[in-house]
């Protein structure tokens, strides 16, 4: 069986397209912004918040789950999501590299 396209790229650079595109849809960044306002939260409570349809939200929140930007724990017959830090921690480093990179670099 012949290699995928990602096998040619560093882990990191496959998480962090991973999470990119988690983060490539504004009701997804809605989600995110939600969650870090209230701290925690139940799936009905985001659907309360955004405009959006139950079975939509709950899609989005698995991509967001998916790419390991937010956790869930089972509550009851709810799932309480919350904000996982050590994506965020992850984005923070690299977009900390990028920028230092970018402020010293001489181009056109």
Known sequence: MGATKTDH???????IAIIAKALGHPARIA??????????CICSDIVD??????????QHLKELKNAGLIK???E???????INEETF???KEYF???????ANQKCC
């Not at 790229?9 to 998480?15: I, L, S």
């Not at 900390?96 to 970018?102: D, E, H, K, L, R």
Request: hydrophobic share 40%; glycine share 4%; proline share 4%.
């Open 72 to 74: 869930g724990s089972i």
């Open 96 to 102: 900390a590299n990028i920028i230092s990179t970018v």
């Open 9 to 15: 790229f560093t882990d990191q650079q496959n998480k």
């Open 31 to 40: 989600i995110i912004e939600y969650l870090l306002k209230v701290n925690a």
């Open 89 to 91: 921690s992850l984005l």
């Open 49 to 58: 918040e955004l405009p959006l349809a139950q079975p939509t939200i709950s």
């Open 76 to 82: 009851g017959t709810s799932i309480c999501y919350c």
